[in-house]
């Protein structure tokens, strides 16, 4: 149906939290863009859109990331370091998006990243499953 659209409010943001992330799919979109040797000659929409692709996933590891230091005590040592990459992702992902192999290979390495401290993080204090 043409102009149908569906709303999801999920104020707590429990979609995002129970929904896991294809990892796979973005550790190897991330190993692809960061193995660009120079630029590789991409349209600028290819650009754009795995940028676009890099942006969701840091929002949603970053999210993850979050969620599992908050569930650690407030005095505990993984806390700044944790910190710091989040205060990091924040400030790159505030910057507008370009349709360039720079700014893909940097969303690439923000990705990496978060993914990296996440499992540090959880490593170190495994989720719980419900």
């Not at 799919?25 to 000659?41: F, I, M, N």
Request: aromatic share 4%; glycine share 4%; net charge negative.
């Amino acid at each position: 149906m043409k102009g149908t659209r569906t709303v999801l409010n999920d104020p707590e943001g429990r979609f995002e939290e129970e929904l896991p992330l294809d990892r796979a799919t973005h550790q190897c979109l991330v190993e692809a863009v960061l193995a660009w040797k120079g630029d590789p000659a991409l349209a600028t929409a290819d650009y754009e859109q795995i940028a676009l692709l890099l942006t969701g996933a840091a929002r949603s590891v970053a999210g993850d990331l979050q969620r599992s230091a908050a569930r650690l005590p407030k005095d505990h040592q993984a806390l700044a370091p944790a910190d710091v990459v989040l205060e990091e992702a924040e400030r790159r992902l505030a910057s507008p998006l370009e349709g360039t192999a720079r700014c893909a290979q940097d969303r690439a390495r923000l990705v990496r990243t978060l993914y990296e401290r996440l499992d540090r993080l959880t490593k170190t204090f495994p989720v719980p499953v419900p």
